[in-house]
């Protein structure tokens, strides 16, 4: 009797040992202090990056329109919804706001340029950089808007990127589009004539909506409209860079 109580209470001890034991492993482990420390930094920085480009989108607006000496901390408190002191823990100044709308501005239009190589077809990648470029100028009229008055300020706050960032990616296809050229595909023209020849007319309905639509009483949010200006501004563009066999 005294053997099968006995071996009662062990079997009871070994189950709850068991049990002790299953309920730890389906627990879930915790993070190692690392691994937690690398969330909430990822976290963070993604709250800090979310409210930046909230106060540069509020800004864009205003300095498209009023330019930097236009435009206020408090209006763009107001357009973003924040108090001075939020804005002021994210940029140091209201020049640094209006730098950090252009710089992103630069960053998007680079990209588009960036995509001219030496080994795709001339003809198909220009024709896709205007049509690029057109669909910038409608959906980022105002980005348009504010570079444009930016330059012709003598680009006061960007002259600096302008004569390195950016003239180092123009001069780097000026180079893909003179290969071209040499091997026959182009007509022979000036690469930064023509570069800046697909910038002025795709930009301008962007910069010049105002007279674009008292002219054509059309804008570029009609869709037909765009397909309009896209198939115009290539064939224009492209039928005066064939090479004369092709044309």
């Not at 990056?49 to 435009?71: V, W």
């Not at 570029?220 to 409209?225: F, K, P, Q, W």
Request: with cysteine; charged share 30%.
């Amino acid at each position: 009797m005294k053997k099968t109580r006995t071996s009662r209470q062990a079997s009871s001890k070994t189950k709850k040992v068991t049990a002790r034991r299953s309920s730890k492993a389906s627990r879930p482990k915790a993070l190692p202090a690392r691994t937690k420390h690398a969330k909430t930094a990822l976290r963070r920085r993604r709250r800090v990056e979310a409210k930046s480009a909230a106060i540069l989108d509020a800004a864009l607006g205003l300095f498209s329109r009023y330019g930097l000496h236009g435009t206020t901390v408090d209006q763009i408190v107001d357009a973003a919804d924040i108090s001075k002191t939020n804005l002021f823990y994210y940029f140091a100044s209201k020049e640094e706001v209006y730098v950090a709308v252009l710089r992103r501005l630069l960053d998007e239009w680079f990209d588009p340029l960036k995509a001219l190589e030496v080994d795709t077809d001339p003809v198909e990648a220009i024709r896709a950089y205007i049509r690029r470029k057109i669909e910038f100028s409608r959906v980022q009229p105002e980005a348009s808007r504010l570079f444009c008055l930016e330059v012709i300020q003598g680009a006061p706050l960007i002259g600096p990127a302008l004569r390195t960032t950016l003239k180092g990616l123009v001069d780097a296809k000026a180079s893909v589009i003179r290969a071209w050229i040499a091997a026959g595909r182009l007509a022979p023209v000036d690469p930064y004539h023509l570069i800046f020849a697909i910038w002025s007319t795709t930009q301008h309905y962007a910069d010049f909506a105002v007279q674009v639509e008292a002219v054509t009483e059309r804008r570029l949010a009609e869709d037909d409209y765009l397909e309009q200006v896209v198939s115009d501004l290539q064939h224009i563009i492209l039928k005066g860079i064939m090479p004369d066999r092709v044309s």
